[in-house]
């Protein structure tokens, strides 16, 4: 199973709105409606963010939202705060035989 | 509060073996799927290996089957992995998953760090 595609890195202004898109395939995000996004700061662990493409866990700020498109993926994250900087992944359920979970290959989001 | 804490980590030789534990509190450990996912020293988060609610079916991630054996004691709310003939490129820190459904992970734990010397 081969790891979702995130873009490297994104940037943006403080209050601009950026996105990061994650691109699999039929099988994974193109197939089920099972996408998550996870926020990590360095040294501490992976938080959720957003699951089931569009849902927010509880207390998670309204700034970010998910949405899909075919095979592809996107974390949106409004009015961009200085807090916002860290690394962002998607995962997604997979239908491979194996059910072997899957991460995208992460995106670090900088705030300029 | 729901509560992770994995213990186990350390320094092993190549070609050596580790028993990681993650000891779980604050909800009912034995309703949930479980996993471990492991991240490199700089790279990114690597899904390693799941387990269902009640230890009945087992998934690993293809390049690591038949080294490593997830499992889990629900009566202690507990969740292993058994790792051997461990190599270099095993070295990460490995993270205690809660699994809320369809692979979306909802609860991690802070982490043991596994340094395997060749």
């Known amino acids: 199973q081969s790891a979702l595609t995130q873009p490297a890195s994104v940037s943006g202004s403080p209050g601009q709105s950026i996105a990061i898109s994650c691109t699999g395939t039929s099988s994974d995000v193109g197939g089920y409606n099972y996408v998550s996004w996870y926020q990590q700061h360095p040294g501490k662990a992976p938080k959720l963010m957003i699951y089931?493409?569009?849902n927010r866990p509880s207390g998670v700020s309204n700034r970010f939202s998910g949405s899909k498109s075919g095979n592809t993926a996107s974390l949106t994250i409004s009015g961009l705060q200085a807090e916002d900087e860290a690394d962002y992944y998607c995962?997604?359920?997979?239908?491979?035989?194996?059910?072997?979970?899957?991460f995208g290959t992460g995106t670090t989001v900088f705030v300029l | 509060e729901v509560h992770l804490e994995e213990s186990g980590g350390g320094l092993v030789q190549s070609g050596g073996s580790l028993r990681l534990s993650c000891e779980a509190s604050?909800?009912?450990?034995?309703?949930?799927?479980m996993c471990w996912v492991r991240q490199a020293p700089g790279k990114g988060l690597e899904w390693v290996a799941n387990i269902k609610e009640d230890g009945s079916a087992k998934y690993y991630v293809d390049s690591l089957k038949g080294r490593f054996t997830i499992s889990r004691d629900n009566s202690k709310s507990s969740l292993y992995l058994h790792m051997n003939s461990l190599r270099a490129d095993d070295t990460a820190l490995y993270y205690c998953?809660?699994?809320?459904?369809?692979?979306?992970?909802?609860?991690w734990g802070q982490g043991t760090m596994v340094t395997v010397s060749s």
């Open positions: 604050g909800f009912t450990f034995g309703s949930y799927w």
């Open positions: 089931e493409v569009t």
């Open positions: 998953v809660r699994d809320q459904g369809f692979h979306s992970f909802d609860m």
């Open positions: 995962s997604s359920y997979t239908s491979s035989s194996t059910l072997e979970g899957v």
